[in-house]
Structures are given as structure tokens and as C-alpha cells.
């Protein structure tokens, strides 16, 4: 017994050391900057998905990478659905990734490399239910194990999924209603250690033919198809590694696959996973967690007689953070609206792939105040309805002024400044920004870049400005910052 014990203790150690190794190894994830082209983004247009990829239980769209400000920003973004019932194939990229989910709710799951599968069944089964697996069943420590893999995580709507460089996920949708996500990939990151292109590895499955058109290089190409990377091993060899006969290397190949990436599972996926009432407990636990430290005590002092710090280990890092609730608000008006901000602050794991998202709704006619992001690009995607966006270049010129509606994306390029005013049916947006703590600052209200100077450097640095002028200027707005609320609504709340 005690030498079984100190197996399983000397394994818990290596496969946490490889696991933070290897996870270190996928956050060591600066942005590339030497190889960067020159940025040619004088003139911006809204965008939408220039290609699409049909498959049985869904669709994926693209934008054309191509388009000079995505490759500006040095991102690549898809927009995909998934049917009830339907499977998005394991899979990864080459470069990290923030999903963000538009609808639906769905069972998401990620293999971070060299942690244990921790979710475990030791209930046995009949054995007619082994019955073509040699009627072996695979013994550790003296228990029989029915199935057994890495942790999963429920995501719903609002929800934010992180997930790193050449790890595997899937994706399942376990609900009634189609589930709809849109991912920003960031590939000008430094795990990306290919070109700045999105490379797709498929483990399964195989990608159909896409439809539709996009610039790479010289002149326009269509979408082409392609199979999952073990279709690529020698058959033999494959059997051999495995430890599987040619029949089932022949399946795992799919090579006359034709479902796509997105497939339909019969009847139900049979996978290891809490109830939604065990995991709405611990989410209430996780409450109490930030409650106490919002009073200054120390979790770690609550657990330490309790736990065995496997939970703060990389491997139970959290992938997932809601920001669509509005109790989740950093910034909020009653009468403007309100914005929730993701950073590595409040989500860890951003700091190893280095991007942040905020999530913000303007109602109607409300600003968002005029403001330029300081170190990073913002990838803005219109979950609904609909606003004005005037972007300002370095040399004072428009570089975009025009309507923005639901589906449509746009990037803010670093530094250039930007101002939203909603229409009457309200705004609301996902953005994305290159930096795991993006910040920005504002031009005018409290804490802006204008209200920090003295009213004499005003009066001097713009011509004919008076002092009572520069005043006004300063402190019109009072203690309002962020969201300017319009003035109709101002006096409705008064």
C-alpha cells in the first residue's frame, strides 16, 4: 500500500511539472512586432465573414485574414454554429484564442498537456458492454475504470472561454437551441512560431470544401478542404504506435469522412460531468471565495486544512469568465448603459496567452466617450443593434464614420482614437484586445486626458481658446465618465 501511495504521489509531481512546464512554455506568448508589415489602415471598413464551411450539425464563417486591418492587428476570426446535438471535432491552432458565446449553452472541453484526467468513473459494467475490446478492461491501483478524461466546463451564453496555443478542445451542445460563438486568434502572437496565418490541426474528422472567396498573396482563392492529421501517418506505423488493428487506424483517418468538423451524435454524448446544480454550488462557493477576499482575508487560510493545493495547480486553472451579467459591471449607468471588463486580473490564464475582452451595452443614444485604447488593438464584433463609430487616425483624418450593425466587426487600430454614439434601439458589443490588460484612456470626463491638464495648458494649446472656454471644457461632464448618457434620457431618470 505504501508503495502504491508513493507511486501516485512521485506521478501527481511529474505530471503537475510537465504541465506547468509545457502550459509555461504556451505562455511565453509576447507579440511579434519586428516582422510586422507596415499597417495600412488609413481606411476602415465594417466587416463580415467572406467564406463559409458547411457541415452536418453546423457552420463555421471566416474573415478574409487578409483584409489589411485584421492583418494589422495580426488576429484571424471565424464565427461558427452549432446544432443541438452537434459536435465541434477535437481539434487545435496554432495560436491562442478568446471564444466568446453569442447564444446557446454547450459543454466545452480543452486537454492541457501532461495533466491527469480527473474525472473519473470506477463503476463497473457488464461484460457484454466490453464485449470487442479483447474483454480487457484496464486495471490502475487495483480498480476498473469505465472512462476517464480531463475536466469540462458548462459554457452559456456571455461566457468567455480562453484557451492557448496546441491544446485540443471540443465542443458539444447540450442544449435545445443552436449554440453561436465567435473566436478571435491571435496569430502574430510569439506562440505562434509558424507565419501569421490561422493553421487548423483537425483530430478527427475532415474539414469540407468552404464556399465563398479570400485574398492570400497575390489574387483571390477559394476555400480548399483538408483531413485530420493522423490521415497522414503511414498506416502501418500508425497501427503499430497505437496498438490497434488497420481496421480502426482506418476510421481514425476518416479519410471518406464527409460530415465536416461539426458532426451529429446519436442519441446523446455519454461523457463525466457534474450536474448543473452541483456546479451552481460552486460557483456560489466561488462568491463567498471573492467575498472574503474583497474583506481582506485570505482564502488559502480557509482551505489549508482542507485542501491539498491540487486545486491551485495549473491544471485547474480556469478557462471560463461570464461578463454578459450585469452584477459583473465595472462601469455602470442607469440611464447610459454599462461595460464588464476581462483581464488577467480577474481571469489568470489571459496572462499566458495575453489577450483580455470587455463586454459593454450603450442604450439609447447614449456616448461612449471619446478615447483612444494605449496598448493594444481592439477586435469590436455588434452583438445587437445598432451605433455611429468614428475612428481618428495619427494625422487627425477619419478613418472610419459610419453605422455599425449586429454581425459586423471593425478593429480599432492601437492609439487611434474613437467615439459610439447608439441608436435609438441601443448597442451592444463583444471587443477583443491584444494585450491581457488592455487600458485606454479617455479624452474628456473624470479621469481623462484632457481633465488632467491645467486650464492654462488648455488656453495655450489650442488657439483662441479662453480660460472660462478651457473651463468648461474640462469640467463640463462633472464626475460622468466612460458612458455619456443622452441628454432625453438624463432628464427621464432626473
Not at 447540450?174 to 507565419?195: H, M
Not at 481618428?392 to 492609439?415: C, K, M, T, Y
Not at 485606454?440 to 491638464?453: D, F, H, Q, W
Request: charged share 25%; hydrophobic share 35%.
Amino acid at each position: 500500500m505504501a508503495v502504491s501511495k508513493l507511486s501516485f504521489l512521485v506521478s501527481f509531481l511529474v505530471l503537475s511539472y510537465v504541465a506547468q512546464a509545457q502550459l509555461g512554455q504556451l505562455g511565453a506568448s509576447r507579440r511579434k512586432f519586428g516582422a510586422q508589415s507596415r499597417c495600412r489602415i488609413d481606411r476602415l471598413n465594417a466587416l463580415r465573414p467572406s467564406r463559409r464551411t458547411e457541415s452536418e450539425a453546423g457552420v463555421t464563417e471566416y474573415y478574409d485574414e487578409s483584409e489589411d486591418q485584421l492583418e494589422c492587428a495580426g488576429v484571424s476570426v471565424l464565427r461558427a454554429r452549432i446544432e443541438p446535438n452537434g459536435l465541434y471535432l477535437p481539434s487545435y491552432s496554432n495560436s491562442p484564442s478568446l471564444v466568446y458565446v453569442l447564444r446557446g449553452r454547450a459543454v466545452f472541453g480543452a486537454v492541457i498537456p501532461g495533466c491527469p484526467e480527473t474525472f473519473q468513473d470506477l463503476q463497473e459494467e457488464s461484460e457484454e458492454s466490453y464485449r470487442g475490446e479483447r474483454g480487457r478492461r484496464e486495471e490502475y491501483g487495483g480498480q476498473q475504470f469505465r472512462d476517464e478524461h480531463q475536466r469540462i466546463h458548462h459554457v452559456r451564453q456571455g461566457d468567455v472561454v480562453a484557451v492557448p496555443a496546441g491544446v485540443p478542445r471540443w465542443c458539444y451542445n447540450d442544449g435545445e437551441t443552436p449554440v453561436e460563438v465567435i473566436a478571435v486568434i491571435d496569430v502574430k502572437n510569439n506562440a505562434n512560431q509558424l507565419d501569421p496565418t490561422l493553421r487548423h490541426f483537425m483530430l478527427a474528422g475532415r474539414q469540407q470544401e468552404s464556399s465563398g472567396r479570400y485574398r492570400r498573396g497575390e489574387g483571390e482563392q477559394v476555400g480548399t478542404s483538408g483531413n485530420n492529421i493522423l490521415s497522414g501517418f503511414d498506416a502501418d506505423l500508425l497501427a503499430e504506435a497505437i496498438g490497434v488493428n488497420q481496421e480502426t487506424v482506418r476510421k481514425l483517418q476518416s479519410r471518406n469522412d464527409e460530415r465536416g468538423e461539426i458532426v451529429r451524435v446519436e442519441r446523446q454524448l455519454r461523457i463525466l460531468r457534474p450536474s448543473r446544480t452541483e456546479e451552481r454550488e460552486e460557483s456560489g462557493e466561488r462568491g463567498y471565495r471573492r467575498e472574503s477576499e474583497e474583506r481582506g482575508e485570505r482564502w488559502e487560510d480557509k482551505v489549508a486544512t482542507s485542501g491539498n493545493g491540487f486545486d491551485e495547480a495549473i491544471c485547474s486553472m480556469k478557462m471560463t469568465e461570464n461578463i454578459a451579467e450585469p452584477m459583473k459591471a465595472d462601469v455602470y449607468k442607469p440611464n447610459g448603459g454599462r461595460i464588464t471588463f476581462l483581464n488577467s486580473q480577474k481571469l489568470p490564464i489571459l496572462k499566458y496567452i495575453q489577450m483580455s475582452a470587455n463586454r459593454g451595452v450603450l442604450h439609447r443614444n447614449a456616448i461612449l466617450a471619446p478615447h483612444w485604447n494605449i496598448n493594444a488593438h481592439a477586435i469590436v464584433y455588434v452583438t445587437s443593434g445598432r451605433a455611429r463609430m468614428q475612428i481618428v487616425s495619427n494625422e487627425g483624418q477619419r478613418a472610419f464614420d459610419g453605422e455599425l450593425h449586429r454581425g459586423q466587426l471593425i478593429v480599432v487600430p492601437q492609439n487611434f482614437a474613437v467615439v459610439v454614439q447608439s441608436r435609438s434601439e441601443g448597442f451592444s458589443w463583444i471587443s477583443f484586445q491584444t494585450n491581457d490588460n488592455a487600458m485606454n484612456t479617455p479624452i474628456v470626463g473624470k479621469t481623462s486626458a484632457l481633465r488632467g491638464m491645467p486650464v492654462d495648458v488648455l488656453v495655450n494649446a489650442y488657439r483662441g481658446l479662453s480660460r472660462e472656454e478651457a473651463r468648461r471644457v474640462k469640467f463640463n461632464r462633472g464626475q460622468e465618465m466612460t458612458i455619456f448618457p443622452s441628454e432625453g434620457s438624463r432628464r427621464e431618470y432626473e
